[in-house]
């Protein structure tokens, strides 16, 4: 039972570094998100997708880009990291959206 | 608009005491679904609970129980005889119409000492 997969789960970036987060879900769920959590502030969409193919803006798009090729996998990009994007890094998938979400476990990322 | 407001930043008990954490939501669509999430100290996100807005019914699972009130627009989440391993942060969550995505409120951390 993998449900969402998150990779990595840690990581350290230097400013100006590139990096990709891989989500991976094998629920065959059409829908696919990616949140930021930051101390007080909640979860915040940054992205998401309704589909292979999709990708659309959530509240905090600046600085990321996505990709979903595969409906399976839906990878979150940091171009230039900044030390803003110090924060941890939900993916979640939904087979549509009155379903409930499930969460991977989490990507730790830290930029110096 | 469309808002979920947790009323409690922080909550501490000791156990065996209840708790109630509050959540009220603000939407005009008549056809919603809300959600609780529970964050334990682990970090993971596990789904506690959905509700749509034409089921007013409570909902009892073991020691949890909600209780849905369209009439105050709120959802409230009640642990009874809570237990250390009750200790996370909680989350409300809002559906709304066809909206594609999840209104979250900020969180509730509850702590519950020995």
């Known amino acids: 039972n993998a449900g969402v997969t998150q990779t990595p789960k840690f990581r350290v970036l230097k400013t100006g570094q590139s990096m990709t987060l891989l989500c991976a879900q094998d629920?065959?769920?059409?829908?696919m998100y990616w949140y930021r959590q930051d101390p007080g502030m909640g979860l915040r969409l940054i992205h998401y997708?309704?589909?292979?193919?999709?990708?659309a803006k959530g509240e905090v798009p600046d600085g990321y880009n996505v990709s979903r090729l595969k409906k399976q996998n839906f990878l979150l990009g940091l171009e230039s990291a900044a030390p803003s994007q110090t924060s941890v890094y939900f993916c979640?998938?939904?087979?549509?959206?009155?379903?409930?979400?499930?969460f991977g476990d989490g990507t730790r990322l830290s930029i110096l | 608009a469309q808002k979920v407001t947790q009323v409690q930043t922080e909550i501490s008990v000791v156990e065996k005491e209840d708790v109630t954490l509050d959540c009220v939501y603000e939407?005009?669509?008549?056809?919603?679904?809300l959600f609780w999430y529970k964050q334990p100290p682990s970090g993971e996100l596990v789904f506690l609970i959905r509700?749509?807005?034409?089921d007013e019914q409570n909902e009892i699972s073991g020691r949890y129980s909600w209780n849905f009130q369209k009439s105050t627009s709120s959802f409230n989440f009640t642990i009874t005889a809570s237990q250390v391993v009750d200790s996370a942060v909680y989350f409300c969550?809002?559906?709304?119409?066809?909206?594609?995505?999840?209104?979250w409120g900020l969180g509730t951390s509850l702590a519950v000492n020995p």
């Open positions: 997708s309704v589909g292979e193919g999709t990708t």
């Open positions: 509700r749509n807005s034409f």
């Open positions: 629920m065959n769920h059409e829908y």
């Open positions: 939407t005009r669509d008549t056809t919603y679904y």
């Open positions: 969550a809002l559906r709304a119409g066809n909206n594609r995505k999840l209104i």
């Open positions: 979640a998938s939904s087979y549509e959206p009155r379903q409930p979400q499930h």
